[in-house]
Structure formats: C-alpha cells, structure tokens
C-alpha cells in the first residue's frame, strides 16, 4: 500500500496522535514502534515521508537512518527529546532531513511534514532539463545523481538540493536563511544553522580541497554562491 507518511516511535499515545492528527488532514499515514517493524513495513509497503524517533528501545534511530539511506531517498524527519547540539548534527549528517524536538504542536509537525513532502514531490517529478557539467562537476536533474571528473558522488537528499538550487542560480549569493527557506520551505521554523552543517558535508563530498572550495564558495558575511 501507499502511505504519504511512516511513524516510527515507540511512544504508543504520541504516535496514535499523530496517526489520527494526520488523517484527519488527509495525510495518508502509518505507525510502527521498532526498526525491525519499519523495515518489515517498508517491504510491503511504499511511503513518501518518515517520520523517526531517535530512542527506539533496542536500536536508535540513527542506525536505522543509516540502514535506510543505503537504498532510500525519501525525506526522514527526526523527532526527538534530546536538545543536544550534537544529536541535531549526528541525525544530519547521516542523512535526515529534519530535526524536531519534543514537544512539539500537531500543526507544527504537520506544517513541516507538509513542506518536505510537497518538495520531495516536486523535485521528484521528472523534468525536460539537461545535466549540468561544469568544470568536472556532472548534476544530472532527473536521475539525481552526481560525479566528479567521471567519479560518482553520494549526496542525501537535502545535499543534492542545495547543489542544484545553486547551480541554478549561479555567481548569486544566498544567505544560510535564503537557503534553509528555498531548501526547506519552512520559513520562520527550524534553524538555519543546519544549511551551515549540510554544506561542509557537501563539500566534503565535491570539492578536491573542501578548505579552498572551486565550485560552492562562502562569500564572507553574506552567505554561499556557486561559480561558474
């Protein structure tokens, strides 16, 4: 069956919440309170959107996150009651797209859910564009997928984004709030400083030195440009 979203909690009395919050907007949704049930669930099943506690009993969330980006693109939004620094940053760079803290409000966590599936949906559908090629750097629209000097990249999703968004739009500069909103679309929620955490991984990943970036460079008190 198709699901717009997946729970994946093992707080019984949230997630039911959540589930019949959902519905009642027509968001088309499902729960499951362990790793071994989502991966069961995802075999059967298709979803546009996850939904993932960090503590989930035996296992944590960010394992599983790691287990579901070997073959997923889908958009995993974190919900957690850890405030720490370092756990947003973790679930980041293992390729969520979103960290939410507990407690939250239902039409918080439907606002944001709402604009990660509306923008998995757009950059998802197929597009007449040619792949960008420059200076080595292949971006190719439709099959979402990058390399460099013939070498392929492994991008999340919210890294691929910002790569294109700034191909697009080459020799501009946009601030880290610009981009979280274009990126994100979720003006006024969340923190920007995620936009911050994304691109030196996306560096990481593009640049041959990421310290003296060729392509994605920081113009100093501004924010972030791509170079052509």
Known sequence: MKYDVLVVDDEEMLSENTVEYFEMFEVRTAWVDSAAACLDFLKTNSVDLILLDVNLGETSG?????????????PILFISA????????????IGGDDYIQKP????ELLARVRAHLARFERLTSKSTK?????????????????????????????????LLFLMENPNRVFSKEALFERI???EALGDS????????????KIEPEPQNP???????????RFRI
């Open 193 to 204: 400083d995620t936009v911050v955490v994304h691109m030196r991984r996306l560096r990481e």
């Open 184 to 186: 994100w679309g979720l």
């Open 104 to 107: 939250f409000s239902p039409g």
């Open 62 to 74: 960010f394992d599983l996150c790691k287990t579901l980006r070997k073959t997923s693109t889908v």
């Open 130 to 162: 040619p792949a960008f090629n420059v200076r080595g750097l292949e971006v190719d629209r439709d099959d979402r997928r990058v390399s460099v000097r013939g070498k392929e990249c492994s991008l999340t999703p919210k890294e691929f984004d910002i």
């Open 214 to 224: 060729q392509y994605v460079e920081t113009v100093w008190g501004a924010g972030y």
């Open 82 to 93: 850890r405030t720490s620094d370092d756990d947003m940053l973790l679930a980041l760079n």
